[in-house]
């Protein structure tokens, strides 16, 4: 998910609801900006828009604040880092007292590190909502991938729904053995603000870029960091220029590896600072491209194919849900050969990409921004106990995620997916304390869940997920 969009929510269409008790709903996300933090932005002005009390809670920086301010969103300021220790108890503490003070009738926790503190301390009664938006070990090897997929399966026992915003990332869940209330809500995307961009917006947008009308441009939108893999898109660049002298390649966006990237000096490389609206980029494209080490299902992906461009992606769960034959290219993860096989034959051969884009733009009508709203808020209510999705598919939940995936199983777009629990527990969540206790009986659960999810905290931008000692993020 790329870091920056105009603000859709002010936007969109929704539906009230219709005479129904008002919900008090507080967001919670580490992540202030980025694909989550628009995200979480959308969600909430939705839900204002239906009569709701919304706030959002989020790190101060970023521009998750402003987004709220401009939707009429209250944004409360919540102090937190990327990392789990120490300070994660004082995290903790600190949310909770929002939470105490904000009396919600849901909380909705955002990515790995607001799961990790939200539900840390968690007391009875309020219900919570975890959406990984990408889980947290999809970055980590060895101890640390165990230590996160450990954590997740203890926190599921705190969750009374967990979100998730593709089937890929479902199924992933469910393979590593995290059982709770999945609850399936595919993005969605604003095809009123994204729709079809032909020659002549193409033209217009390159001669508002500054950008030559002829010249084969491949654009990668998002954060630059180690789970956006700019770095493998850099290592096949000299082999697009080679088959394509003219190409180029623009990379649009801000990150912690930007400085690292530039100072590789690839030739042809146009590196962009984050933008407040994609679409001018994704008009000029060719081709978009999305060489993701993991994904939960990337906003990127969906806009571009809405804009009518092709997308070369790398194979893994969120993208491959969304990039199918006849749209683009699916090629192996850090293969820098193959990315650079299929951008240079779409650049080489534009009737090939703009016959992709054509079909891309069909595509993108099963990505609605207003359904994904519409269901998430019915998710929302089902947790408050007022209600909920109908069923629309089958009640076992790889089912559904096997149905949309071509695999196993029949299933529909979203709605409610049956309880996954195997563990028989009905609750799991301690009961509450005082937060002068917090070096008592918390501080053995800080303890117990510390030894399991040392690295459930870390990361990234959009991702929710780990981050390795010593790696480039």
Not at 120 to 128: D, E, M
Not at 237 to 251: G, K
Not at 332 to 357: F, K, S, W, Y
């Amino acid at each position: 998910m790329h870091q920056d969009r105009t603000e859709t929510e002010a936007e969109a269409e929704t539906e009230t609801d219709g005479g129904a008790a008002p919900l008090r709903v507080l967001h919670v996300s580490r992540p202030n900006a980025g694909g989550v933090a628009v995200y979480v932005a959308q969600a909430a002005a939705d839900q204002r828009r239906r009569g709701w009390d919304v706030a959002v809670a989020a790190p101060p920086g970023g521009d998750l604040s402003e987004r709220c301010s401009a939707a009429g969103v209250p944004w409360f300021r919540w102090p937190a880092g990327r990392a789990p220790g120490p300070g994660t108890v004082l995290e903790a503490l600190r949310l909770r007292r929002l939470v105490r003070t904000f009396a919600p009738d849901v909380i909705h926790l955002h990515s790995a590190k607001a799961g990790l503190a939200g539900r840390l301390l968690r007391r009875r009664g309020t219900p919570v909502l975890f959406q990984p938006h990408g889980w947290s070990w999809l970055a980590a090897t060895g101890p640390q991938a165990l230590a996160g997929r450990a954590w997740e399966r203890l926190a599921a026992r705190r969750s009374d729904a967990l979100v998730c915003v593709g089937a890929g990332e479902l199924e992933e869940g469910m393979r590593a053995g995290v059982r709770g209330p999945y609850r399936l809500v595919r993005n969605g995307v604003d095809r009123r603000r994204f729709g079809p961009a032909g020659s002549r917006a193409r033209l217009a947008a390159r001669t508002r870029l500054g950008l030559a009308a002829g010249t084969p441009l491949a654009v990668c939108i998002g954060r630059v960091t180690r789970q956006k893999a700019q770095d493998v898109l850099l290592a096949a660049w000299p082999d697009v220029v080679e088959r394509c002298p003219a190409a180029r390649l623009a990379i649009v966006g801000d990150g912690e590896d930007v400085a690292a990237l530039k100072r590789l000096d690839v030739p042809g490389v146009l590196f962009v600072p984050a933008v407040a609206d994609p679409r001018p980029w994704l008009a000029a494209a060719n081709v978009v491209v999305l060489p993701s080490r993991w994904e939960g299902l990337p906003l990127t992906a969906l806009e571009a194919l809405a804009t009518g461009r092709p997308v070369v992606g790398a194979d893994v769960p969120g993208v491959t849900e969304v990039v199918r034959p006849g749209l683009g290219a699916l090629v192996p993860v850090e293969d820098p050969a193959a990315l650079a096989e299929q951008i240079a034959v779409r650049l080489a051969r534009p009737a090939l990409a703009e016959r992709e884009g054509r079909a891309a733009a069909a595509a993108a009508a099963g990505y609605d921004l207003s359904e994904t709203l519409s269901l998430l808020a019915a998710v929302t209510r089902e947790a408050a106990g007022l209600g909920g999705p109908p069923d629309q598919g089958p009640a076992d939940a790889r089912a559904v995620a096997g149905g949309l995936l071509g695999g196993r199983g029949e299933g529909g777009a979203g709605g409610r997916v049956a309880d996954g629990s195997a563990d028989g527990s009905a609750d799991g969540s301690p009961e509450g304390v005082d937060e002068g206790a917090a070096g008592g009986r918390e501080g053995g659960t800080v303890g117990q869940v510390q030894g399991v999810a040392g690295a459930a905290g870390y990361e990234g931008e959009g991702a929710g997920a780990v981050t390795p000692p010593n790696s480039s993020r």
